[in-house]
């Protein structure tokens, strides 16, 4: 073979590895393309009546306020609305969506993998744009990649993965002689603008950017060393956490803060099961139990030694930088949102869809690991390593198959509350009572079972009651003092925490029914009001209240809460003036509910009268 045929084999060789991978990945989630909508796509797609109603000349109202229950993230919904608008609620087009958006990812997976590596390892020279096909040849093999781009609620991975990537491609060829390049740097602070604009967790970026810009700056020259360079790491971080603060306030979602050993321990149990996933093979799920892993001591290990060798690679940025330690360091930044230090809503604490970027320097650690073998060897073991994953991509999908992502939860953990929650959720939609009692008592959390059991019962009673609604209400009371009951754990577990909340909801979905089976009986309004007021449904629950007080049937000794209820929900609902009435109202009935006292405080204060505000707070017994 003549020369010029040997270069242009080496020259086509990257793009062949690439190509070949790429359509791998993609002919395995096409398998998924005319799968259901699962799990939050109800929330964010087929059931967001408020974001399909918006008009073309309303997109600005994304960016100033959620559309949906959980989430302020405006490039994502954008997207969502797209695609309703082009397409309706077609799961195959958003999924194609999804295809399109992670195949995008690919050729800056590629470009930022060579100019770290031009920088990091110039030794490489030639070699280097074969290393950088191979990792995006493997990143694009990568099972974690199956969730985000099959499940149309990962959207806002693929998204953020897309700016992100964009970001730090910029980020790197910003570098130059004598400093960055503006343009090249401005382009980079808006792709991560875009990045936090469709997942806020991408705020792991910035401090990654910061991280190169810095080591950039410390090779200028001196003759070209100027302090004002540092002002374009300091302008991402002051980006991001601008953002942050902003994605906080328009969070409708708020976890409580714990800072018990176990918030230390889950978090470092995270990190090393994001680990584990980033280079094992081994079968991915929906759901994975950290706390209730047989191998948590592990994890927490795992998690404490990349901590640890992160850190030290902090120290080193004072001396020489070397490859492995920087690319551990930026894993765990991009790790670190996840590790819920700032707890959030989750299904589950590990999930691979947190992994989208992550497990690229995964992949640039291994792949410089085994560069270091000799050719046979280096081949035979990244040949092991993208067939592995391949299979894992290939097989993956069918588990999102509607019911399969469930059952094949429940075949790997069996007994484990999460997975037999939503399952039973689905079998009491499907009106199979005695299969949700099985389901039920295969759990192996006493507390849970209990709550299973008594949610179960419930449902029934309601979906039964013909006649008169006594016994659902006092199974729907059963129900409710189960979950006042929940495992100790819950303060630190938050899945757990994310099961409870849910339960919540189905116990005010239910007592909305039966309030709508017996629209006069007062006192089954007044619980499905107080329902709605524990899940934050304060519009339904004044529906509710007002029809319970007005009724004038209600026991004299609940009437107090009934209008102290009913003033909290006016108050919260934004009808501060209608408030005041109930509120008054309930400290005049007997006995009074002085509790009043502390919502007349708040409708005082945001009317002005501040003397009274302060009189009615001194009377709040909270305050005492």
Excluded at 122 to 129: E, I, N, Q, S, T
Excluded at 272 to 277: E, I, T, V
Aim: glycine share 4%; with cysteine.
């Amino acid at each position: 073979m003549n020369p010029s045929s040997l270069s242009r084999i080496r020259q086509l060789a990257p793009w062949v590895i690439v190509f070949l991978s790429a359509i791998v990945a993609v002919a395995a989630y096409l398998q998924a393309l005319h799968y259901p909508f699962v799990s939050d796509d109800e929330v964010y797609v087929t059931g967001n009546t408020k974001l399909a109603a918006l008009h073309l000349s309303e997109l600005w109202r994304l960016f100033i306020e959620p559309y949906n229950r959980y989430e302020f993230l405006p490039l994502r919904d954008l997207s969502y609305w797209f695609d309703l608008v082009l397409f309706g609620q077609n799961p195959a087009a958003f999924r194609i969506h999804n295809i399109v958006l992670y195949l995008l990812c690919l050729p800056l997976v590629y470009a930022a993998t060579l100019g770290l590596l031009r920088y990091f390892r110039p030794a490489y020279g030639a070699d280097g744009y074969l290393i950088a096909a191979v990792v995006t040849a493997l990143f694009a093999l990568h099972p974690a990649h199956v969730e985000a781009v099959v499940w149309i609620s990962g959207r806002k991975d693929l998204l953020s993965g897309l700016f992100s990537m964009l970001a730090l491609y910029f980020a790197i060829y910003a570098k130059r002689e004598q400093g960055l390049s503006p343009c090249y740097a401005t382009a980079a602070l808006l792709a991560l603008l875009a990045a936090m604009l469709s997942k806020a967790t991408a705020v792991a970026i910035a401090p990654v950017i910061a991280l190169l810009w810095i080591i950039f700056w410390r090779d200028i020259p001196k003759q070209h060393h100027r302090r004002t360079q540092l002002l374009w790491p300091i302008a991402s971080l002051i980006l991001a956490m601008g953002l942050a603060l902003i994605f906080s306030a328009q969070s409708t979602v708020k976890e409580p803060m714990y800072f018990g050993s176990e918030a230390i321990s889950r978090a470092l149990a995270i990190l090393g099961w994001l680990a584990r996933l980033a280079v094992s093979p081994e079968n991915r799920h929906f759901i994975y139990p950290v706390f209730e892993d047989a191998k948590l001591p592990a994890m927490i290990a795992l998690g404490a030694f990349i901590l640890i060798v992160a850190l030290t690679g902090v120290i080193k940025i004072q001396y020489k930088w070397k490859l492995e330690v920087f690319y551990l360091l930026v894993f765990l930044l991009l790790c670190l949102p996840y590790t819920q230090l700032i707890p959030f809503q989750a299904i589950s604490l590990v999930s691979d869809r947190f992994l989208f970027i992550a497990v690229w320097m995964t992949i640039l650690l291994v792949v410089a690991l085994a560069w270091r073998l000799k050719p046979v060897f280096c081949v035979a073991v990244l040949l092991i390593i993208s067939l592995a994953w391949g299979f894992q991509t290939v097989e993956r999908p069918s588990d999102w198959d509607g019911e399969a992502l469930l059952d094949a939860d429940l075949s790997a953990y069996p007994g484990h509350y999460q997975p037999a929650f939503h399952k039973i959720r689905n079998q009491l939609g499907l009106g199979l009572y005695n299969d949700a009692i099985t389901t039920a008592n295969s759990i192996t959390v006493p507390e849970f079972r209990n709550i299973m059991m008594r949610m179960i019962q419930a449902a029934y009673a309601v979906n039964n009651a013909t006649v008169k609604p006594d016994r659902a209400l006092t199974l729907l009371q059963n129900y409710e003092n189960a979950l006042n009951q929940p495992p100790a754990e819950i303060k630190w577990n938050l899945p757990m925490r994310y099961v409870i909340d849910d339960c919540k909801h189905i116990l005010a979905l239910k007592g909305t029914r039966l309030a709508h089976q017996f629209p006069d009986d007062a006192l089954v309004r007044y619980k499905a009001g107080l329902w709605k007021l524990n899940v934050y449904s304060y519009k339904d629950a004044v529906t509710h209240l007002r029809a319970a007080t007005e009724l004038q049937r209600l026991p004299e000794s609940v009437r107090g809460e009934a209008f102290k209820s009913l003033g909290y929900a006016l108050l919260n609902s934004g009808h501060v003036a209608e408030a005041e009435a109930p509120l008054h109202t309930a400290l005049e009935q007997s006995p009074p509910d002085l509790r009043a006292y502390c919502s007349l405080a708040e409708v005082y204060k945001q009317s002005r009268r501040f003397d009274e505000a302060a009189r009615a707070k001194m009377n709040c017994p909270d305050e005492n």
